[in-house]
């Protein structure tokens, strides 16, 4: 009977360790995006352009580029009335984001990584969809060079979830850079 019942238990035992280690982990560590399209650009575009994210305390902040030279308060200002509306992402359609854009109507440029909040991913690809054709009609008759980087502009959906926007030089090598970070 002992016998018998120790069986049963190492065979549930068993049972329970083949069901556990089967599973799938998810990484539920947070992707540092800014850190992702910092590794992802030229040096160049590091020393030119801040990459701005929100920050702990629910205003944005940015790192590298010219970010250093504001007051937190002020960069958060110019973030939240200049660079934001830009993307024209939806009030509570995303989680998380890390965004390097020109302001400068002279310049077709755009990073940008985005976590859909739930549901919401077709939203941030149309938000993405229509920063990109904003560039392309802006420069279309304006600048021949700025109209063939916002022509090769491209949005993704990653197999993590993200939403990825590139319009910059050799956005093909960004856009590459960024999907593998993001699957690491």
């Not at 994210?53 to 002020?74: C, N, R």
């Not at 390097?100 to 310049?107: E, K, Y």
Request: hydrophobic share 40%; glycine share 4%.
């Amino acid at each position: 009977m002992k016998k018998r019942i120790l069986a049963a238990l190492l065979a549930l035992g068993c049972a329970l360790l083949v069901f556990t280690g089967c599973g799938s982990k998810k990484d539920t560590t947070p992707k540092n995006y800014t850190q992702i399209i910092h590794d992802a650009r030229e040096a160049e575009d590091n020393d030119y352009y801040m990459i701005f994210f929100p920050a702990e305390d629910g205003k944005f902040t940015a790192q590298y580029g010219y970010s250093a030279s504001y007051p937190a308060d002020d960069l958060n200002d110019e973030i939240q009335n200049m660079l934001l509306p830009l993307l024209d992402l939806p009030e509570g359609s995303y989680t998380d984001l890390a965004a390097s854009l020109s302001a400068m109507m002279v310049q077709s440029y755009g990073v940008a990584i985005v976590k859909p909040a739930e549901g919401k991913t077709q939203e941030v690809v149309d938000a993405m969809d229509a920063y990109i054709q904003n560039q392309q009609q802006t420069m279309e008759h304006y600048l021949e060079d700025q109209y063939q980087i916002a022509a090769s502009a491209k949005v993704a959906t990653v197999p993590t979830g993200e939403v990825v926007m590139v319009c910059c030089e050799n956005s093909d090598a960004v856009m590459n850079a960024i999907k593998t970070a993001l699957a690491a």
